[in-house]
């Protein structure tokens, strides 16, 4: 039986990537935020997956604002970086797991979630971010990305979005789906994007440290609270692009407390402001069974 070990949730800024890919880490504007990342570096090896169920969503990269799937799973056997515009991210492409991907949308789709099933996709600062983030920079040419990742890219870009209660429950048949999985895998799931931002409009750079943090709170102690956040609350109190916050609502509903069994352990919590235009938060969350 596969099991979901632990979650990890962070914040997927483009211009994080940038600084890690120009080398400027050190400089003053980012060393506090590549700071709140070394525990969780030093984590991941320690606690190395076999598998990463990556929730993200794709910034019209590989979809288009010609077809927009509210649910997409990667079922591919690897993901090119995409070229966002300025080039594909110097990083390494990402293995998929094509066996257990499958498995997931068949048991998942069984469950009464609709999913597209993507073969072929490139990925974007959205998935690779988090991963130079957790995992560090890795050499396009002769290095790796740790472990196998499935993409599982969501809406939140071209309204209608998906509820945070239906990512919550979606989280949940998620979990179902990995632990009916015949083989002993270790599988984290993250759920990234947020926190508070607005990029467009008269509230451009809106930030909201005391929503973000409240929210934070409920995130870890009270999850069925954050999922019924309502959908506005989070464009009033997060900004337009605050909404990003639903897909952490996927990888909490995975968590073994949600099932009834014991809460989690509070790995890191990480928040910083500024980083572009966006507030960074970190969460990781380790299962207990
Ligand atoms: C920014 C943040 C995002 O989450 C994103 O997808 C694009 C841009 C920003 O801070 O500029
Ligand atoms: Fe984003």
Redesign the pocket.
């Known amino acids: 039986m596969a099991r979901i070990t632990a979650s990890v949730y962070t914040?997927?800024?483009?211009?994080i990537g940038a600084a890690l890919d120009l080398g400027k880490t050190g400089e003053p504007y980012w060393q506090p935020v590549f700071k709140g990342y070394e525990p969780s570096r030093q984590w991941m090896k320690d606690n190395r997956p076999d598998v990463i169920f990556l929730v993200y969503?794709d910034?019209a990269t590989a979809f288009s604002l010609e077809m927009i799937p509210t649910f997409a799973i990667g079922c591919a056997a690897e993901f090119q970086p995409a070229d966002e515009g300025w080039g594909p991210r110097p990083v390494p492409k990402v293995i998929g797991h094509p066996d257990l991907a499958a498995h997931i949308a068949q048991s998942v789709i069984q469950d009464d979630f609709d999913l597209t099933i993507v073969n072929k996709m490139d990925v974007d600062?959205?998935l690779t971010v988090p991963l130079s983030l957790l995992c560090g920079q890795q050499s396009p040419v002769d290095g790796a990305w740790p472990c196998p990742v499935i993409p599982f890219a969501v809406n939140v870009v071209q309204y209608p979005v998906p509820s945070g209660r239906r990512c919550f429950n979606l989280g949940r048949a998620i979990r179902k789906a990995i632990e009916s999985y015949d083989e002993p895998l270790n599988v984290h799931i993250w759920g990234t994007?947020?926190m508070s931002?607005q990029?467009q409009g008269a509230r451009a750079g809106l930030i909201n440290r005391e929503w973000d943090n409240a929210w934070l709170d409920q995130l870890i102690h009270d999850p069925e609270a954050a999922a019924a956040t309502p959908h506005i609350d989070y464009v009033r109190e997060a900004g337009s692009?605050g909404i990003?916050l639903v897909m952490w609502l996927i990888a909490r509903g995975a968590m073994a407390d949600v099932a009834g069994g014991p809460k989690p352990t509070l790995r890191h919590r990480f928040y910083h402001v500024p980083?572009?235009?966006?507030a960074v938060g970190h969460v990781i969350l380790e299962n207990n069974v």
Request: hydrophobic fraction near 20%; avoid cysteine.
């Open positions: 914040s997927h800024v483009p211009a969503n910034h600062h959205g994007g947020g931002h990029l692009e990003e980083a572009s235009n966006t």
